[in-house]
């Protein structure tokens, strides 16, 4: 049974060779670049996706029900390794002026990585808590790569404490889930629960233990602090990574717990998911319009986006899962694309760490300056755009459901947070330039992968509101194969 389940774990056994080959060969090879262990690291990943691009398409229970590859599985694994791709090849010119030289950095990376797979194929606890503590463990160490520098380590610090006491209260659940079941198979909990005729207090007291645990991986209130210190303490490089690709994962594992084995109550913990989507869509809006750091901004925007993607789940269904899908993956390539214009201006030579050091960059890199306002005004959800319409499918269901009162809750607040994004192009396109900050950037050589990228994310964004029919049938397969037993 382990070797035939082994064989559909070939990507995340790949990988993990491939990290540990990786890391000897940089130990071997002392004199070998961060920036060529990242390009290594890349064409690992590319590998990876050649693997499971050709997978099978039949769910699979693994390991005795801990893991599952079915459609939704593979369908996260290719997005996640995708965008972590991009985010490779898009920052890896700016480790240097990160001060980022440990070869050990894209095998974190890669570890990390092998965590998130595990993390969206997990059917069972124990798989469950593996796979997110390899993610994490990664993500605490490549948070505090710049050693010498007091902010990374203070937000390396408090990244760790917080993740430590998310991690102890998903662990308090998960006990109280197997005291009840005597199993750590979700399938278990579902007909624990559809056994019961009345309601079953310490199961919902684990729920809500377990809820928040993986609530804290998504930044959603209340358990969102440490996100602004952590995205302005690191470097963008490594920013770029924990505000894009750990939000896959983390929905994903979301999306496989309230749809899976804790279904069953949705009834109970619907309000709970309705009231942090509130309070985190409202904190998003109204506490981004006061912040004057870039990161910081995009931090709490955040934590706003990560209220109006639960409202999919909330709604509940095979649309509504279809739709939070839909509308994680375009704000994350939209994030991505943004990190990667400010990666650009870094390497020109100048740090964007405040708001105004952005002042009037069109008068000097038109380009970078024309996709930071197409990417922002999709942030924003202005129409036509793919943001548009990812906010549209959220809301559309939340109205189907019968959940008015948060769609109109949901329409408002993006109305606030569209501000901050505004003024943000106001910023880029409008306020006159200090001269001063930009002399001597004229001698920049362009990395043409960076370039290449923004070019990329642009033209995808373009294309899913020109014709979605292209991309909407993908997340709808992903979203069946959920609900294909139930």
Known sequence: ??????????????????????????????????????????????????????????????????????????????????????????????????????????????????????????????????????????????????????????????????????????????????????????????????????????????????????????????????????????????????ATVPKIAAFGMIIRLLVGPFAGIAMNWTMIVMVISILSMSLGAFAALNQKSIKRLIAYSAVGNAGYALIGLIAGGQSGAQATLIYVLLYVVATLGFFTCLANLYRRGFPCENINDLAGINRIYPGTAFFMTFLLFSMAGIPPLAGFLGKLYIFNEAIKSGHHVLAIIGVLTSVISAAYYLWLIKVIMMDPIDTHKWQGTEGYKRDAAATLIILVIAAALTLFFIKPSLFIPLASEAAASLFAGQ
Not at 38 to 66: D, E, K, M
Request: hydrophobic share 50%.
């Open 1 to 242: 049974m382990i070797a035939s389940s082994l064989m559909y774990l070939l990507p995340e056994l790949f990988l993990t060779l491939g990290s540990m080959g990786l890391l000897l060969y940089s130990v071997l090879r002392r004199q070998l670049s961060v920036i060529n262990t990242v390009n290594i690291a890349a064409i690992l990943l590319l590998f990876t996706i050649g693997i499971l691009l050709p997978s099978s398409t039949h769910t699979v229970s693994l390991f005795s029900g801990q893991l599952s590859n079915d459609i939704f599985s593979q369908y996260l694994k290719i997005a996640i390794l995708v965008c972590s791709v991009l985010v490779l090849m898009s920052t890896r010119s700016t480790l240097y002026s990160d001060h980022i030289y440990q070869s050990e950095y894209p095998v974190l990376i890669i570890l990390s990585l092998i965590g998130m797979m595990i993390m969206v194929s997990s059917t069972g606890y124990l798989s469950l808590f593996m796979g997110l503590e390899l993610q994490s463990l990664s993500l605490y160490i490549i948070t505090a790569l710049k050693r010498d520098d007091g902010r990374s380590s203070e937000a390396a610090i408090k990244y760790f404490a917080l993740g430590a006491l998310s991690t102890g209260m998903l662990l308090y659940g998960i006990s109280f889930v197997y005291g009840l079941t005597g199993s750590l198979i979700y399938a278990d909990t579902m007909q624990f629960l559809a056994s019961q005729h009345s309601s079953n207090l310490p199961m919902y007291v684990a729920f809500a233990f377990i809820l928040a645990g993986v609530i804290f991986k998504i930044s959603a209130v209340p358990f969102h602090m440490w996100t602004p210190d952590v995205y302005e303490g690191t470097p963008t490089s490594i920013t770029t990574f924990l």
